[in-house]
């Protein structure tokens, strides 16, 4: 995972899920493989404090769980991070992802960056494309912004 989005995912952390929440939560990480030439895992701004799941659709490093129809429970919070430019049918895929949590969804993904098929490289998200889509969703956004390359969305369910 690249410098700005685990920056990213530890401000939020801090922010919703810090020392207030207490510990133990259960936190869904969707798109959680370890990709060639990556060394960090948002894994280690969560464990052992919470309960770390990593899901992907392929099995490697860093997946406890493959494909969605192999997710049995919902957790407290999913988080995913540079996963949404890979994904055909953004809208649809957030929409499905709102059944699996109950507190907090956070969403990092690029506004601007080269082309990086894994397998496909389908749209850059801007504040108000977030928002666009976190509305379709039902999700309800707490705070979308764009944070250098990329663009964070955090919501809780609608």
């Known amino acids: ?80 991070g540079q996963v949404m430019e890979h994904v055909r049918r953004p809208w649809d895929w957030l929409k499905n992802l709102k059944q699996y949590f109950r507190m907090y969804i956070c969403i990092i993904a690029p506004n601007r960056i080269h082309e990086h098929r894994y397998p496909i490289d389908t749209y850059r998200y801007m504040p108000d494309g977030m928002r666009d889509l976190f509305d379709y969703a039902g999700i309800v956004p707490v705070e979308i912004r764009r944070v250098g390359s990329d663009t964070i969305g955090v919501g809780v369910p609608g």
């Open 1 to 80: 995972m690249h410098k700005n989005s685990m920056e990213m995912m530890r401000g939020f952390r801090d922010l919703y899920i810090g020392s207030q929440r207490g510990f133990g939560l259960t936190i869904l990480d969707v798109g959680s493989m370890l990709v060639s030439g990556q060394k960090d895992t948002y894994r280690q701004l969560f464990e052992p404090t919470h309960d770390y799941v990593g899901m992907d659709i392929v099995p490697g490093t860093n997946v406890d769980i493959v494909g969605f129809e192999n997710i049995t429970k919902v957790y407290d919070i999913v988080i995913s």
